[in-house]
């Protein structure tokens, strides 16, 4: 068996406490998903800057935007900046890059507005990453905000003396959707690697006794604003580096006495002495364990990084045993082999 994944792409972090069934049960994993953009493996360090803020022609129109629109004069740039921080905070917690700086005491104007300035002169570029000794400089170069509103009630019952109570409770939802659009510059090849812009929506909501007191409970929109900004940054960060997410997965508890055994094994994350026992029984006379135990191989041989061996096990129960749950997690396999061969890119250099 050849491992195809190394320790950060898959790690198992809770085992079994759910039973799905009579005839299974469930684990979660948290497997490694590939960047949406594949920055370069050379680039290994970068600055982000903010350039979304406007030249002084274009003040007094976001003066205009931000009184009008009640998202408050001069957010939009504590807003920015909470934008670049999540960026930051969460690319430093990711596995892509070894070193990810901010560059505070820039002055970069751009538009203001909803769409891209010109790009920044290359000699200004290798000008920031020799300064901050980065390999490439990722910009801020568009964000901008907007307020949704929304409102309701419903009535609930709660006891009171023995008896139940019909009470109406009121709600108001604040939905802010904030566009960044980002781009990344390469001194080396004097190219912008990728120029995106991306809407990312949080949402607030609270409830009162009356329609007012739930606005009362809303968050002030001036943080409400910046923790939007905040998250925006985060989800940019997710798409120029691989991540980690929960997936859940199943494998049968019963066939034999032998399947309680291997559970219990399973739970004490003893994966080993699970595949010893599954292994036994693929062979079985009877189809139905024997399509079980190949299925359970191959939910081991992915909890232990083995991903094309639970391919092999997992076609093999659905097609020399016609495993029906095997066909689904055939699928789901391959296309984490796939995945994989992304993401060994766009670490290659990790």
């Known amino acids: 068996m050849k491992r195809v994944v190394n320790l950060l792409t898959i790690v198992l972090i809770s085992l079994l406490v759910t039973t799905v ?19 370069p493996a050379k680039i290994q360090t970068i600055a982000i800057v903010n350039r979304s803020l406007p030249v002084k022609e274009n003040k007094i129109w976001n003066f205009l935007e931000g009184f009008f629109t009640n998202e408050g004069v001069f957010v939009d740039r504590a ?33 203001g507005s909803g769409v891209f300035s010109e790009p920044l002169a290359w000699s200004k570029v290798e000008q920031i990453c020799k300064a901050n000794n980065v390999n490439a400089l990722i ?33 108001k939802a604040m939905e ?47 943080q409400a604003i910046q923790d939007a900004g905040y998250f925006a940054g985060g989800r940019f960060a997710f798409r120029i580096s691989p991540s980690w997410i929960n997936v859940s997965r199943v494998y049968y508890k019963k066939g034999t006495t032998d399947f309680g055994a291997a559970k219990r094994y399973v739970q004490a994350d003893n994966w080993e002495q699970a595949i010893a026992i599954w292994e036994k029984y693929t062979t079985n006379p009877d189809a139905d364990i024997a399509g079980r135990a190949c299925y359970n191989m191959a939910v081991g041989m992915e909890v232990t990084g083995y991903l094309n061996d639970a391919v092999k096990w997992a076609e ?8 029906k749950k095997a066909r689904n997690y055939l699928y789901q396999l391959q296309e984490r082999v796939e995945k994989q061969k992304l993401i060994d890119k766009q670490l290659e250099n990790k």
Do not use: H
């Not at 684990?27 to 594949?38: F, H």
């Not at 807003?79 to 970069?108: F, H």
């Open 139 to 171: 910009t801020l170069e568009v964000f901008d905000s907007d307020i949704y509103y929304s409102k309701g009630s419903e009535v609930r019952t709660k006891k009171e003396n023995d008896k139940e109570v019909k009470y109406t409770v009121f709600w």
């Open 79 to 111: 807003s920015s900046e909470a934008c670049i921080n999540g960026a930051v905070n969460q690319l430093r917690n990711l596995p892509r890059y070894k070193e990810v700086k901010t560059v505070g005491n820039l002055d970069l104007r751009g538009a």
């Open 176 to 222: 802010i959707d904030v566009k960044a659009g980002w781009r990344i510059y390469d001194p080396v090849t004097k190219k912008i690697i990728d120029e995106s812009i991306f809407t990312d929506r949080k949402r607030f909501s609270a409830e009162g006794p009356t329609e007012e007191a739930a606005a009362r409970n809303l968050p002030i929109v001036e």
């Open 21 to 39: 069934s009579c005839k299974t049960s469930s684990l979660t994993l948290t497997v490694m998903e590939p960047a949406d953009i594949t920055v």
């Open 316 to 323: 093999k129960s659905f097609t020399q045993y016609g495993n």
